[in-house]
């Protein structure tokens, strides 16, 4: 995340200083709210004063935004000190979640079937509870289980929570490069536990040699005594998963409710369904 309000309160500030304004490129402030140039070392006009408790500072960028007043609904993103929407999907951006995924939310999920409407309902109920336990996402391929942790993380976000985004293979291999990249594994795992939560993408599908099950059970032991919130999705069971490591299932077996997606691949459903249109078009 960019640095602390103030930081960025600072930088707002040194920019209006030296602005490039008709004023010329002398050091002078604007106001905050309506630009009207003053005199350095002020940062109000007179007339905007009174609206300087509503000021805040985005907690993605140094931009700045005041609280709608008399009655009139916050917009939801400044509700969460983001200073718009745009802004909000760069700060997704910025999780590490794919480009491919960021358009994803629950509202377009598309449950299709009894079982994943009935998963639906139970991830949107948890996204909304105390969090107190994490996600374990168990199902095979195209199941949905990706598209359910990008609405997840979009749903964490609108409630001011932070945090990141990674798959469990590109994980391992920023690890296995960490020599070569003069990284540490500690530093690794504290960049990717820095917020509130952590999305965990295709657990079990990077190559069990020693070393990645020492970074795996490094990445979930860190977010268990940490206490961060795990959603995590694999094709492995947990029973699987502990003939790999029993320690990393013993951990999630704690810390998250298990969803099991049992339903066929959603992918070649659709693929299916596309030749069989293509050979109607061809009679």
């Not at 480009?99 to 994943?116: E, G, H, I, M, V």
């Not at 594994?185 to 536990?193: F, G, K, M, S, T």
């Not at 070649?268 to 061809?282: C, K, M, N, Y």
Request: charged share 30%; net charge positive; proline share 5%.
């Amino acid at each position: 995340m960019p640095g602390s309000p103030s930081d960025r309160l600072d930088a707002l500030r040194l920019k209006k200083a030296f602005c490039k304004c008709d004023r010329g490129p002398s050091y002078h402030g604007h106001c905050l709210r309506c630009d009207t140039v003053l005199e350095h070392g002020r940062e109000w006009c007179q007339d905007c004063e009174p609206f300087r408790p509503y000021l805040r500072i985005c907690k993605n960028c140094p931009s700045h935004f005041l609280l709608s007043t008399n009655g009139v609904p916050t917009p939801w993103c400044q509700s969460i000190g983001i200073c718009s929407e745009e802004c909000f999907e760069r700060l997704l951006t910025r999780s590490g979640l794919p480009a491919r995924y960021q358009t994803l939310s629950l509202d377009n999920f598309n449950a299709y079937l009894p079982s994943l409407r009935k998963n639906l309902r139970f991830v949107r109920n948890w996204a909304q509870g105390d969090l107190n336990t994490g996600l374990f996402l168990m199902g095979g391929t195209g199941t949905g289980k990706s598209h359910i942790e990008a609405g997840l993380m979009r749903e964490l976000y609108k409630r001011g929570l932070t945090g990141s985004f990674c798959k469990a293979r590109d994980f391992t291999f920023r690890c296995q490069s960490s020599f070569r990249n003069e990284e540490s594994i500690a530093e690794i795992v504290a960049e990717h536990l820095d917020g509130r939560f952590l999305v965990v993408d295709d657990l079990g599908s990077e190559k069990p040699t020693e070393f990645v099950r020492q970074c795996i059970v490094h990445l979930v032991d860190e977010a268990y005594t940490d206490q961060r919130i795990l959603v995590v999705s694999s094709n492995a069971t947990l029973d699987t998963i502990e003939h790999i490591d029993p320690r990393i299932a013993s951990r999630l077996a704690e810390m998250c409710h298990v969803v099991e997606f049992n339903e066929p691949d959603y992918r070649l459903r659709i693929a299916r369904d596309r030749r069989l249109r293509r050979g109607q078009r061809r009679r």
